[in-house]
Nanobody, 124 residues
């Protein structure tokens, strides 16, 4: 059974940086496309970014492109979300997600694995 555990959330000020980590256990990490989603209070969960199982350039939402960077370390079974130049509107619960093996994308309409979420709060 695949399990995802996020860490690294917290309270920061606007303009600060934060790095989230997500460790996968119970599966073969390199087979999974890994992604990040977020959900702000009163809003629907939205895609942040993803990196495919075979690596390559990650995909990002327009709202975070140029500020956030996703990377994966297959040796550590971990995916990271480096968040720079944080804004108050980045405040949300951030969720790590893993696709089923060998899927090219993370899609909430498909079966996926989810982490428990980690809170990121950006004060102005």
């Amino acid at each position: 059974q695949v399990q995802l555990v996020e860490s690294g959330g917290g309270l920061v000020q606007a303009g600060d940086s934060l790095r989230l980590s997500c460790a996968l256990s119970g599966g073969t990490f390199w087979k999974h496309t890994m992604g990040w989603f977020r959900q702000a209070p009163g809003k629907e969960r939205e895609f942040v970014g993803a990196v495919r199982a075979n690596g390559g350039s990650p995909d990002y939402a327009d709202s975070v492109n140029g500020r956030f960077t996703i990377s994966r370390d297959n040796a550590k079974n971990t995916v990271y979300l480096q968040m720079n130049s944080l804004k108050p509107e980045d405040t949300a619960v951030y969720y790590c997600a893993a696709s089923l093996p060998f899927r090219a994308r993370v899609d909430p309409d498909d079966d996926m694995y989810w982490g428990q979420g980690t809170q990121v709060t950006v004060s102005s």
